[in-house]
Antibody, heavy 125, light 109 residues
Framework: QVQLQQWGAGLLKPSETLSLTCAVY????????WSWIRQPPGKGLEWIGEINHSGSTNYNPSLKSRVTISVDTSKNQFSLKLSSVTAADTAVYYCARGRVVVVAATIYYYYMDVWGKGTTVTVSS | SSELTQDPAVSVALGQTVRITCQGDSLRSYYASWYQQKPGQAPVLVIY???NRPSGIPDRFSGSSSGNTASLTITGAQAEDEADYYCNSRDSSGNHGPVFGTGTKVTVL
């Protein structure tokens, strides 16, 4: 059974860089999209970005200028860096495994079936 | 557009049926997936594809889709179904990344 274990600093000061890592245990790294998602206190889920096994990335346009996601396939890990954090970046951050399935020529489905437990990140001076 | 819109909250009597909807242009190309999130916990996938349930998800959860609207139905809601529910697909235009719905709080009375 695939499990995701995530870790990283939980308390940051404004302007610092958030850094989180997610390790994949019990499954293949290839064939999936590996995402970071966050959830501010009392709010909904926001997708941050994703990477595949070959290192191709895709970022939320609203965060793209500050986000870097990288992968280390030798360790089955992927990482998130978010620069110049502010209080608005305070949230629970999740890593997740995603998959796209092609049903027909223009019909697909996508799902995230494995999630990390989440890391609470607080930005405060 | 990459937005997925859900009703903020719905309530259902114990044992009755509730339907949660999700609307967005991307749903014309992608079947929605649905996640249940209880307080302090990570989201859990409950429905994906046309109407598929991961192992361990009760069969009272079902999904359907028509045009730009996806629905999650809980038939015979139980107290443990009280949670936030989010739909999800990928942006069918723009950067083609994942997008989440605004979330629906389900209260079981």
């Amino acid at each position: 059974q695939v499990q995701l274990q995530q870790w990283g600093a939980g308390l940051l000061k404004p302007s610092e860089t958030l850094s989180l890592t997610c390790a994949v245990y019990g499954g293949s790294f290839s064939g999936y999209y590996w995402s970071w998602i966050r959830q501010p206190p009392g709010k909904g889920l926001e997708w941050i970005g994703e990477i595949n096994h070959s290192g191709s990335t895709n970022y939320n346009p609203s965060l793209k200028s500050r986000v870097t996601i990288s992968v280390d396939t030798s360790k089955n890990q992927f990482s998130l860096k978010l620069s110049s954090v502010t209080a608005a970046d305070t949230a629970v951050y999740y890593c997740a495994r995603g998959r796209v399935v092609v049903v027909a020529a223009t019909i697909y489905y996508y799902y995230m079936d494995v999630w990390g437990k989440g890391t609470t990140v607080t930005v405060s001076s | 557009s990459s937005e997925l819109t859900q009703d903020p909250a719905v309530s259902v009597a114990l044992g009755q049926t509730v339907r949660i909807t999700c609307q967005g242009d991307s749903l014309r190309s992608y079947y929605a997936s649905w996640y249940q999130q209880k307080p302090g916990q990570a989201p859990v996938l409950v429905i994906y594809g046309k109407n598929n349930r991961p192992s361990g998800i009760p069969d009272r959860f079902s999904g359907s889709s028509s045009g730009n609207t996806a629905s999650l139905t809980i038939t015979g809601a139980q107290a443990e179904d009280e949670a936030d529910y989010y739909c999800n697909s990928r942006d069918s235009s723009g950067n083609h990344g994942p997008v989440f719905g605004t979330g629906t709080k389900v209260t079981v009375l």
